[in-house]
DNA sequence: CTGAAAGCGCTAACAC
DNA sequence: GTGTTAGCGCTTTCAG
């Protein structure tokens, strides 16, 4: 087996094995009706000549692509690159190809053109991985209704009749929050991450309904803004400390933020956990290494980009069989919490 | 403007604006020769329908896909991860589209699939942006020559006569160990990477270099491999201290790993970096916010990405005109020192 | 079992 | 300026 210097098409298979192109297509698609000796012939052909089948003129008589679209934001982060690789893992199983996009600028509305550039592709659906940030999703209320394939949304608030797949946000800072509670800590603050993202405000959501659930005072100064970056969990913990020097447990809304918390407790004269417990979110590989060991939430980020990739075949097929349009409610995939050294209790 | 539910075609534009598809085609591509009134009349329906060109027809008969095959693996990684930003966002800039594979197991050399699938997609060029493991370039030496397309080669050991793009390991790590020298400290040992990789032989390599330059003795204890996470990274601190107790500092070759010999470090009583300097490789965002924050290499990721895109167009395009073909010499990427606390000198 | 004809959606080359 | 014809590489009828 060799593959050629040049591209071969049909018709020099079909030339120099004696057989017409159809009989050709038809050994390459594994029909039955083809003679073993002329199979036999093709495939040796095939072989030699390196003959690949061009998928886009197949794509084209067959209207399927067999090409899934996939529009990611914020790579740099550990969300959106754990999700990307769970899609394109289940997107090749399944046999498809994957057509990606990022977006360099997630909080801007303009997506037409990117949606069109993988239309133009005849992409069978399209999902949608960028993070819910400022009314980055206004457009899609009037457009996802003409949209001639299939948007699955992921990371964003579920809304009816949109097929959505989200983490659970808030029961996770839920999960957070109440871990905090229940090691005994009794002024819990919270680092959130840039308010102007979905996921920030579910988490923070979370965190008021533990501390409501738990009959305790919820007050502004309780709660300060990051921007996900390490630096920013630095600075906002000592704003914190500042305004709520009483404090004894943050929640501090993804890892890498709480490392940044991790290095500038000791410099505001508070050893973790004793003097200050501390939670994160996400549970990123190094979560485990900081110092302490960093208590914090499990994301099924891969988990959700698998499911959107079969959630989508799913839509695919019924719309070709022009069954009713399923739309398959908004699925929310819960975290877990990951026990680790920064948040032990005082009760213990 | 607005999408139409049903993907609409040039035949239904041109009738509807009662003109000939080849008309409609004109204007689509802004060819010249079109009355002012008829352009007119065209972009209005297809305004009116959304109508969107049918970018695989086009591919087909132009026999120009605008689409680069982009393979990756270890998304989960810095390196790879950052550098598949810097590719994707050098494509979309010059207007082509990206058709992504992630190889689940870069160590495993079967790649032929991998190429056909990409190749049978009509790919103009292909960058091979998986790190060099253990013998999973060997068949790149036959395959190469006959790839019907240009392809380059990302993080990997130059090789005559082929497009080669990488970070120059070797003088990283040379860097590193140099600066751990000049600050001081007498007894340096390496946590390496995966041996099986090439970076992690070339930034020992580095580190050789520079202790042969300044007339340093080199023996084995001094050397432990690690397997680039933070775990291995602990761990193998622990080894490289039982054995080569007289360190005083190390040159660990990512930062997941130092992340783990920071933490480990006080465990075995050393302070860092009073009584034990850590050099990292890679500077990660979290690194300046590691406890102390950690002296690091910077890699040119994002760069080394664009510079492939651009690299592989101008292949593409020199193949076009039959120019011969220019096999660009490999290039190589400087990395820099960034310096923080975790490997100031005893010097000063 | 195999081949001939038609056509997927588009554009290059030629007519008018 | 604009329409017609042909054909990119493949597969789907439909004959034979």
Redesign the pocket.
Known sequence: MMSPKK????????HTA?????????V??E?????????RRVLEVIDQLG????????S????RSHTLGVVVARLDHYGPSRTLIGIEQEIRTIGYSLLLDLLPRPEVEDVAQILNRLL?RQVEGIIWAVPEIGSNRNWLEQKTPQMPVPVIYLSMQPRPGLPVISIDNRGGGRLATEHLLSQGFQQVGIITGCMDWWEARERLLGWQDALVTASRAIEARQIVEGDWTAASGAQSLGCLLERFPEMDAVFVCNDQMALGALQAAPRFGRQVPNQLAIIGFDDTPEAAYFCPPLTTIRQQLGEMGALAVREIIKMIEANRQNIAEILPGPILLKPELVIRESAVGKLY
């Open positions: 591209q071969v098409n049909i018709w020099q298979v079909a004696g057989v017409s192109a159809q009989t050709v297509s038809r390459v698609n029909r039955p009706d083809v003679a073993p000796e002329t199979r003959y690949q089948p061009n998928a886009l003129a197949r084209l008589i067959r209207q133009s």
